[in-house]
């Protein structure tokens, strides 16, 4: 019997998740995605060539594997013909590699109208959506309304009048002028496309696979921050991208769960609203975003950037359970004479090492500060070959945060990445 391995972002998510899930493929029989939709956007390069993946998950490209949409995660059926095709059209036809789970929710072209018509009720409270419409889903699930995938195979139309009916009363409520004539026909469309895949029971089909002894590796979406219970609520995603999040999104149980990955970035990003203590609104994050490219994998949107927050990663740490830390974009602070990591929050005069309960402008930031590496590590190929500076900055962390760096990556490409205490 095998387990199911579970990496996960610890920050507000874009930690480079895609990348290394690409790495460990060849350690696994199948990849899954468990939560999240179309929000997401993982990007993988390799052989000069860039591609960003939203709902399919990052094992494609590595010949052999089985890719599995799990039941919790929510699809729009456009935005995946769209990313299939995009694929197929590069030489990666996934058609018989990829499977999607019967459970999995569809979104619907209402759900993403409701999301914009939600933000803009909002208005200065927005909380600056990918407009995907993950939370309207999200919400039609919990409240016991939702479209399946399964639901595709009987009575189809009867449902989706019922729930479009529903959404239309909504908007009408919120005065949200819509057309959606054009998006429902080739959201239809994209549904035919859809039954071209195999669509399983694949809780079922996973437990299986874990009983003949295929190892399973399950990519989470987003980031432990944006966690629906445990991230800067109302400022997140509507899922729970936690390590638990693995075991209802696929159906397995929690002793199935082995290798925890935990990835994180050597500084720290977030697109969108919401409270992030170590935000720098000045020089050296303008800096950090145009050295690190922080800029949406999808939307384009300019991430806000920071400095490494120990408080927010301990806990995320602890909410996940992480066996094995990851930690990417070190090159990006190749130039920077002075590196700032957040120990602790000071909070009222008083220094805390807690993640507290509301995350707002009253948190000061602690900092220890460590001295630069100042050289390009981009082209390092062993951990040996690491500069002091850099080493000492790996020790600080270990020692901060309890769990050692097993992988260190420095640039964008399959092949910059170092394994540790192999
Ligand atoms: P994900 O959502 O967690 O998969 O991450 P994204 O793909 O949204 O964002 C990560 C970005 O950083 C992508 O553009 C990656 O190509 C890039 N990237 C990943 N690892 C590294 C690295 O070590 N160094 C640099 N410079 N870029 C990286
Ligand atoms: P990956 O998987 C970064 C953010 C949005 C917004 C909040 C809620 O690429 O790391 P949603 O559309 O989910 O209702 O938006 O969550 N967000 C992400 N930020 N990376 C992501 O995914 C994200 N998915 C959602 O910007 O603040
Ligand atoms: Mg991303």
Redesign the pocket.
Known sequence: MKSVDVLL?LQW???????VVDVLTPRYDVITRFQGGPN??????FNGE?Y?LRSIP?GIFQGGKINIIGNGVVLDPILFQQEAEALATSGHDITHQLYISKKAHLILPTHRILDAAYEAAKGSGKIGTTGKGIGPTYTDKVSRNGLRVGDLLHNFEEKYAKAKKRHETILKSLNYPYDIADLEAQWFASLDYLKRFKIIDSEYEINRLLQEDHPVLAEG?QGTLLDVDFGSYPFVTSSNTICAGACTGLGVAPRRIGKVYG?FKAYCTRVGSGPFPTELCDETGKKIRD???EY??VTGRERRCGWIDLVALKYAIMIDGVTDLIM?????LDTFKTIKACVAYRINGKETEIFPFEIDARIEPVYAELPGWLCDM?HIQQESDFPKEFKEYLTFLEGKLGVRIKIV????DRK?TIERYL
């Open positions: 972002g998510g874009d930690e480079g998740k895609g990348k997401a956007g993982h990007t993988l390069e860039k960003v990052s979406a990835i050295i690190g490219h949406g994998a990417m974009k070190s090159d990006v981009t990556s420095v640039g964008p910059q």
